[in-house]
């Protein structure tokens, strides 16, 4: 070999071919690599100039209503609830051109202030003209605001990521379409986080949707451009989805109601999820409002003979008013703490006012011990949605550009295996959860561990209905995840997850009810709060959560499958018994 090193070093010509090539390749490589950002920057500014067009169309069509004189008094008919509006426009008080023009000038200042919207849907103009050859469905000239990934025929849905931008929707999807057989007005699409996969509302396409009652904190995600928009008056109902707690968390962050029906009861065709193919957690659809009634009313029109003719799959079950309607009191199970994530003070108290409340109303309250939640988290939950190792969300935010305040969920994912097994064995002995997530993000070995894990889910799942049916219980409460969160840091609190992706586990009905707010008392305790381990994210999580007298606190209900018109019965009941305390 000595032969062969003087022979290089009698060649420097070689040497500084292989130096040259070296670099000039490494050279290279900045310099796709810089190309191909500009390429990525270029398709966003291209994405938002089309959302500034598309706002811009929808401002000259209000004040085309308005040159007609179809716009009407535009204060009173935002100040109306749902059912109000309904019968007004039943009995032809109003028309749908002057309502959908109040919705659409003040969605329009809402998003000046909140940036909740993410595209005008021109279309609702020609509905409008329909509307007098159509016979009147029950959602007759409502205006309803649309989440991003819900498709909408010759729209994007766009999910943040720049992987779906300019691949517009070929038709509705099944729930857009049966919406506008009601005679629903889907009139613009809202914010949404980078994937989905955040309880924070921003992507680096349109930017971060902020809270309508402090503009320094996040409306939620990923449905929180819907939350912001209809807690701000912008929208009177919205459709939102739900994987883990999408739906439920941008309601309780921003004061309002949303609601998760169980999966399959309604249709999700024409849905673009975040992790396509996993059948651990259920993804589910449902309605956000000011008022559960809108959410009754909402699904009593979605569940009707268009959307089982639409998607068979869905099963042919009509809303029950009856259950709906029912005075019967309840044998109520509550928990205050999973025993996985320590709540904030004003969670818990929200738990136990509104539990005092409801007995005081004569309703039975049962204590109930959640069903092994860090075991489900670890093994079900975690290890469901990265079953492919990430391979899938990671392949869909390649080439793109990571939205800054989601770095660190992107980053737990892009670790290697080997990393992450030994990141597990480390961490094990001084903070388990940390050390089980990491495990959790390892996936499944083989499809022989993915098969058992999914008989293992449906054990757990039976285990949990045996446990709850031996109670008695009816439905059950527990904590909503709140306050909201300050801007920007949700994303690195995607562990606090497990108060609302149980549900989604089990494919229970659940839904979110605001209860209160925030007050002094919260936050003295606060002071003391070092949750189970003192780490990182519960120190990230006091944080966030401090500071916050006057924001909107929750509770989330819920119930066995299919009992969807019983978990709204609940909430209806919750609202009613809290009313005051939502006053103050």
């Keep these: 070999m000595t032969w062969m090193r003087d022979e290089f070093f009698q060649m420097p010509w070689l040497y500084e071919a292989i130096v040259g090539s070296v670099c000039g390749g490494a050279a290279m490589l900045l310099a796709l690599r810089w190309l191909e950002r500009r390429r990525c920057l270029e398709d966003f500014r291209k994405a938002r100039s089309g959302r500034?067009?598309?706002?811009?169309e929808m401002e000259r069509a209000v004040s085309q209503l308005e040159e007609s004189k179809r716009s009407g008094d535009r204060e009173s008919i935002l100040s109306l609830s749902l059912h109000e509006l309904h019968e007004k426009l039943q009995s032809g008080f109003l028309t749908p051109d002057s309502v959908l023009h109040a919705y659409m000038d003040k969605a329009l200042q809402v998003n000046k202030e909140l940036n909740c919207l993410t595209d005008f849907l021109p279309e609702c103009q020609n509905q409008l003209q329909s509307f007098k050859e159509k016979k009147k469905g029950l959602l007759y000239g409502i205006p309803i605001s649309i989440k991003d990934n819900v498709d909408c025929k010759g729209h994007d849905s766009t999910c943040g990521l720049r992987t779906f931008l300019n691949q517009p929707a070929t038709k509705d999807s099944v729930i857009v379409q049966v919406l506008k057989k009601q005679g629903a007005v889907p009139f613009v699409k809202t914010n949404v986080p980078q994937s989905l996969l955040s309880y924070e509302c921003c992507n680096p396409i349109f930017g971060q949707t902020?809270?309508?009652h402090n503009t320094k904190r996040t409306s939620g995600g990923s449905s929180g451009g819907e939350a912001s928009m209809i807690a701000a008056g912008g929208s009177i109902l919205g459709i939102g989805t739900d994987i883990g707690g999408s739906i439920r968390v941008p309601a309780s962050f921003c004061g309002i109601c949303g609601f998760k029906a169980t999966g399959k009861r309604l249709s999700t065709i024409?849905?673009?999820?975040?992790?396509p193919g996993q059948k651990a957690v259920t993804a589910g659809i449902g309605p956000l409002a000011r008022d559960v009634d809108s959410l009754a009313f909402c699904m009593k029109a979605l569940l009707c003979e268009d959307m089982f003719r639409l998607d068979p799959t869905v099963p042919p079950i009509p809303f029950n008013d009856e259950v709906y309607s029912s005075s019967k009191p309840l044998r109520i199970g509550y928990y205050e703490c999973d025993g996985y994530w320590l709540p904030s003070a004003s969670m818990k108290r929200a738990v136990m006012e509104t539990k005092q409340l409801l007995e005081q109303a004569g309703h039975t309250l049962i204590p109930f011990a959640p069903l092994k939640?860090?075991?489900?988290?670890k093994e079900f939950i975690l290890k469901g949605i990265s079953a492919d190792r990430a391979t899938t969300i990671l392949e869909r935010i390649k080439g793109d550009i990571i939205d800054p305040r989601l770095k660190d969920l992107f980053y737990v994912h892009s670790i290697p295996l080997i990393l992450k097994k030994i990141l597990y064995i480390l961490m094990k002995p001084f903070n388990p959860r940390m050390a089980d997530i990491c495990w959790g993000l390892c996936g499944v070995r083989s499809i022989s561990d993915l098969w058992k894990q999914h008989v293992a889910i449906e054990a757990y799942c039976e285990e949990y209905i045996s446990l709850w049916t031996s109670k008695n219980l009816?439905?059950?409460?527990?904590?909503?995840?709140?306050?909201a969160f300050l801007a920007g840091i949700a994303g690195k609190l995607t562990v606090t997850?497990?108060?609302n992706m149980i549900f989604n586990l089990l494919n229970f009905p659940a839904g979110v009810v605001p209860v209160g707010k925030v007050i002094e008392k919260d936050e003295d305790e606060m002071k003391d709060y070092v949750g189970y381990y003192n780490d990182y994210w519960e120190k990230t999580f006091k944080k966030n959560v401090s500071d916050a007298i006057g924001l909107p606190i929750a509770v989330q209900c819920v119930a066995l499958p299919w009992q969807d018109e019983l978990c709204l019965r609940f909430m209806k009941e919750v609202e009613r018994v809290t009313q005051k305390n939502r006053a103050i």
């Design 373 to 377: 939640t860090s075991f489900a988290m």
């Design 497 to 499: 997850a497990s108060y």
């Design 210 to 212: 902020v809270n309508p």
């Design 52 to 56: 500034e067009r598309a706002l811009g």
């Design 474 to 483: 009816d439905v059950l409460l527990c904590p909503a995840l709140g306050p």
């Design 270 to 275: 024409g849905l673009r999820v975040s992790v």
